[in-house]
């Protein structure tokens, strides 16, 4: 693929040709550049993974004003989006712990489908206070 980032010629060039005018590309549809002009997956940006998407980290710099894609959510200090999934499973998947958060999971409506365990979270939140 173009300004993906790669050589190997399974995606690209060998000459790396496909890699030299990123700046000027305009990334495809569901694509994200980098501030280092390769193109990631939007599921990328911002999911708190620096492991994962631009070498250069950028994707995880411009969380402030990022809007979260269908099925994540923000985490409240903004450094990340989580799949909705995870937020009050009892398990911390934000910086900040917003997403186990008493204010948030009390308001929080499950996605359709899904059960709301009270008396999980409130062992979890007890436990966590005693930490």
């Known amino acids: 693929m173009v300004c993906d980032g790669t050589s190997d010629g399974w995606s690209g060039c060998y000459d ?22 390769i193109c990631i997956d939007k599921a990328q940006v911002c999911d708190g993974d620096t492991w994962s998407g631009c070498e250069d980290e950028s994707d995880e710099a411009h969380c402030q004003e990022w809007d979260c894609l269908d099925g994540t959510w923000k985490c409240l200090d903004n450094t990340s989006c989580i799949p909705i999934l995870n937020v009050c ?43």
């Open 89 to 131: 499973d009892a398990g911390m998947h934000c910086s900040d712990g917003s997403d186990e958060s008493e204010a948030v999971c009390m308001a929080w409506v499950c996605p359709v489908g899904y059960w709301k365990c009270l008396l999980v979270w409130l062992v979890f939140t007890l436990f966590l206070t005693l930490l």
């Open 16 to 37: 790396n040709s496909d890699e030299a005018y990123c700046e000027n590309w305009v990334c495809p549809t569901g694509k994200w550049k980098c501030d280092s002009h």
